[in-house]
């Protein structure tokens, strides 16, 4: 903006300084010729009452003195023909002139001063004077000169101007820049400070208000996160203590150990929200050992609805740049959709591996033998089952967490195929 305003002042003040200075400059010139020419004139007008009535010797005389004097070439052309002072041949000027009529011409040289002198007894006489170009032009190329450094001068100070005007808009501005920027990042409590015209401070105050109402409405829902995700744990104590209760040590041990892995979901969901930061370290988790326990504890559901499961698991560990609860999360939402959109009895395969080249991925990929993913499955809040759709989302937001991404493939017998690549955990210093 300050380059185009600056273009803009610069471009108006030449075109206004060219219309004022060319004029101008053509006026000094014709000015400087009018100066020469009247003085040549006054000089001519000075031999008129010696070339009237003197003889040739006194005019001569006159003529050689004025000549010095003045610079100029002088001469008299006589009525019997004789050429008193420069000799110069006769010009059309001079012929005229010869008939009684004075007059200014141009000529090679620059111009001519031709004045008839009538009342001599053997007719009339010519004063001729020569005025050079570098008279008619003296002083012209200076006084340009001054009107092209005044005119770089105007010109430089109207940039100075608009540049000052400029900075006083584009400094708002760009602090408008920064401050929506700052609030992209997550940091609320960013505010401009309102300046520069009005409109900008309107603008200002619209944007801090906006950011107030933004950090109210995420208070607002941190606090009904954390107290839905808090009334969550009364109803888990009670199944944790019916779980205890039963009679089949297993069957409680499972279910108990299904009730704490959903406490820790709700106490990290509770701690998510309560987060107003990002949090300081890098997080990091052990692939190989996550998947390894949700996969066990989905393979008593697969066995009670006679599912094949196969797993195909490197050993670990395998250390993947997303939080613990988040790939927890993330695996047991991509095995839930194969319990929850393919029929009882299809076999499923799990697979964890990392793959080689410098980028080091951890792939997870899970594959059915169902009916095949829906068009648009990964798309948030959108289910054709009846879901709440979030669970291909939460996958996809943990494998950007660490660096990687969600895949959706069709599986080499028909079915679903689901990539979740995880890249390595960042160093403290790329945190």
């Known amino acids: 903006m300050r380059a185009r305003l600056a273009l803009l002042v610069a471009a108006v003040s030449v075109l206004t300084l060219i219309a004022f200075l060319v004029p101008l400059a053509l006026l000094v010139r014709t000015v400087a010729e009018d100066r020469a020419t009247v003085r040549a004139t006054a000089d001519a007008q ?106 770089v001068i105007l010109v430089l100070i109207g940039l100075l101007v608009a540049d000052r005007l400029a900075r006083t808009l584009v400094r708002p501005i760009s602090d408008l820049s920064a401050v929506s920027h700052r609030l992209a990042n997550a940091e609320l409590d960013a505010r401009v400070t309102p300046a520069g015209p009005p409109e900008l401070r309107e603008v200002a ?29 009364t109803p888990l104590t009670a199944l944790r203590l019916e779980a205890e209760s039963l009679r089949d040590p297993d069957d409680a041990a499972r279910i108990t150990a299904a009730a704490d892995g959903l406490e820790r979901a709700v106490t990290g969901l509770i701690r998510q929200a309560r987060w107003r930061h990002a949090p300081a370290q890098p997080a990091s988790s052990d692939a190989a050992a996550i998947v ?22 490197t050993p670990g560990p395998l250390p993947v740049g997303v939080a613990a609860d988040n790939l927890t999360a993330a695996v047991d939402a991509l095995l839930g959709n194969v319990f929850a959109h393919t029929p009882d009895g299809t076999p499923f395969a799990v697979r964890l591996a990392r793959e080689a080249g410098e980028a080091g991925e ?7 033998e169902g009916p095949g993913m829906p068009a648009g499955a990964i798309r948030r809040g959108a289910s054709a089952a009846g879901s709440t759709g979030l669970g291909l989302d939460i996958a996809r937001r943990a494998a950007q967490a660490a660096g990687g991404r969600l895949e959706l493939r069709a599986g080499p017998h028909g079915g679903a195929q689901v990539l979740l690549r995880l890249g390595p955990p960042a160093s403290p210093r790329d945190a």
């Open 292 to 313: 390894a326990d949700r996969v066990a504890f989905w393979s008593v559901l697969a066995e009670d609805t006679g599912r094949a499961v196969t797993l195909d698991l």
């Open 205 to 233: 105050g619209a944007l801090n208000h906006l950011a107030t109402r933004i950090q109210v409405l995420l208070v607002q829902e941190r606090e009904q996160v954390a107290d839905l995700s808090h009334q969550l744990r």
């Open 46 to 151: 000075s031999l008129v009452p010696v070339v009237g009535t003197a003889d040739a010797a006194t005019i001569r005389l006159t003529v050689e003195q004025l000549a010095a004097d003045s610079g100029r070439p002088v001469s008299v052309f006589l009525p019997d023909g004789t050429v008193l002072g420069a000799q110069t041949p006769r010009t059309p000027a001079v012929a005229l002139a010869a008939r009684g009529q004075s007059l200014t011409g141009e000529s090679a040289a620059g111009r001519e001063v031709v004045i008839a002198v009538q009342g001599r007894a053997d007719g009339t006489g010519v004063i001729r004077i020569a005025v050079p170009q570098h008279e008619l032009t003296a002083g012209v190329t200076r006084a340009w000169l001054v009107l092209a450094l005044l005119g």
């Open 362 to 368: 951890v792939v997870l990929t899970v594959a059915d």
